[in-house]
C-alpha cells in the first residue's frame, strides 16, 4: 500500500447522480493510500505514534454537495481491512478520535472522520444532522436540502467487498457533562428522558466511570425495544458488562438526519455509538472493548475470525 506515497490520486468516484462534476448533483472522491503523515489533521497527527504500530492505509475522501466542500480523514488497516468501521460525525471531540484509533489497531477495520476544522458544525451545517436520501426524507428533520451523495459516501464504507454491508454501524461520539452542559452536545445523558427513548443502566462492575450518566452505548431502531427481542438481548447483554444504553424508536416523527437515525429508518443493520463525556478517553476505551466482547468481535491478537457479522 505504501508503495503509492504521496500521489494523491484521485481514485474513486462514488457519485450518485454521475462523476462528471455536476455540482448541483454532488460528487465524492477519494485518494489512493498515502502516508498518515501526509494527513492535514491535528486528530491524525496527534496519534501518528501510535498509528505506526500497524500498517495504515490513510485516504483523503471529498464530497461537493449543495455548496458543501466536506473533507473526510479515512483510515483503515491493510492487513485486517474486514475489522469493525466507525464514523466520527464531530471534528470537536478528540477522545472520541484516540478511541478510534485504539480500536483501529486493536481490532483492525478502518474509521472515517469529517473534517470541520475541529469544531462540531462545518460551515453551520452538524455533521450529524445530514443524513438524508430524498427531499421528502430531509424535510423530516426540517432541512429543505437532502444530502444522499454526503450520506452514501460514508455508508459506501460498509458495502464495499471488505465488510459486505452486514455492519455493524459503529459510531463514537463525545457529549458535555451532566445533561445541562454547555456545547450542545450536553443533551445525552442516562437521567435525560425524551419521546421514544428508553434508558437501561448498566450493572455495577467496580469501574464507576462507566456508570456516569454521560457514558453510554445510544442504540436505534424502528420497533419499541419490547418488539424486537434481538435488539434486547443486545441491551441486556450490554448491561451485564456494566454498559448502559439509550435506545431511541425512531420514527418520522423525530428522524433527526443523524447516522444512527437515518441506518434504523432505513434498517441497515445493528447501530451502535458510544458515547463518553468530552476527555474521557481510557473510559470509551473502556467502553469500546466491553462493547467488542459483547459483539463477539475479537482483538487481532487473539482471533483466528476476524468479524462474525460477515459469517452470518
Ligand atoms: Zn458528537
Redesign the pocket.
Given at each position: 500500500m505504501r508503495r503509492i506515497l504521496g500521489s494523491a490520486v484521485l481514485a474513486g468516484c462514488l457519485a450518485v447522480a454521475g462523476c462528471a462534476g455536476d455540482r448541483l448533483a454532488g460528487r465524492s472522491t477519494i485518494t489512493a493510500c498515502m502516508d498518515p503523515r501526509e494527513a492535514h489533521s491535528a486528530d491524525i497527527h496527534r496519534n501518528l505514534a501510535a498509528l505506526r504500530r500497524a500498517p495504515i492505509c490513510y485516504r483523503r475522501q471529498e464530497v461537493h454537495e449543495g455548496g458543501y466542500h466536506w473533507v473526510f480523514h479515512v483510515l483503515e488497516h491493510t492487513k485486517a481491512p474486514n475489522g469493525p468501521f466507525w464514523v466520527l460525525?464531530?471534528d470537536?471531540?478528540n477522545a472520541?478520535f484516540d478511541a478510534g484509533v485504539h480500536a483501529l489497531l486493536t481490532y483492525g477495520g478502518g474509521l472515517l472522520a469529517v473534517d470541520a476544522g475541529g469544531h462540531?458544525a462545518f460551515f453551520g451545517q452538524d455533521p450529524?444532522r445530514n443524513f438524508s436520501s430524498s427531499r421528502a426524507e430531509s424535510r423530516l428533520c426540517g432541512s429543505p436540502r437532502p444530502a444522499p451523495v454526503y450520506t452514501q459516501a460514508i455508508l459506501a464504507h460498509y458495502r464495499d467487498g471488505k465488510r459486505k454491508g452486514r455492519g455493524p454501524y459503529l459510531a463514537l461520539?463525545?457529549?458535555g457533562d451532566g445533561h445541562n452542559g454547555n456545547g450542545g452536545?450536553g443533551n445525552i445523558s442516562l437521567y435525560r428522558n425524551g419521546p421514544n427513548l428508553t434508558h437501561w443502566p448498566g450493572a455495577a462492575t467496580g469501574n464507576r466511570a462507566l456508570q456516569d450518566e454521560d457514558n453510554l452505548i445510544f442504540m436505534a431502531g424502528t420497533r419499541p425495544v419490547s418488539a424486537d427481542p434481538a435488539a434486547r438481548r443486545r441491551i441486556t447483554a450490554l448491561n451485564r458488562a456494566g454498559l448502559s444504553v439509550i435506545y431511541k424508536q425512531v420514527t418520522p416523527g423525530n428522524f433527526d438526519c443523524s447516522l444512527s437515525d437515518y441506518v434504523a429508518r432505513h434498517q441497515l443493520g445493528e447501530y451502535y455509538n458510544i458515547e463518553a463525556q468530552h476527555g474521557a478517553r481510557d473510559t470509551q476505551i473502556e467502553m469500546l472493548d466491553r462493547l467488542m466482547a459483547v459483539l463477539g468481535i475479537r482483538p487481532l491478537r487473539d482471533r483466528s475470525n476476524a468479524n462474525p457479522f460477515l459469517d452470518r
Open positions: 460525525p464531530h470537536s471531540e472520541a462540531r450529524n461520539h463525545n457529549n452536545d
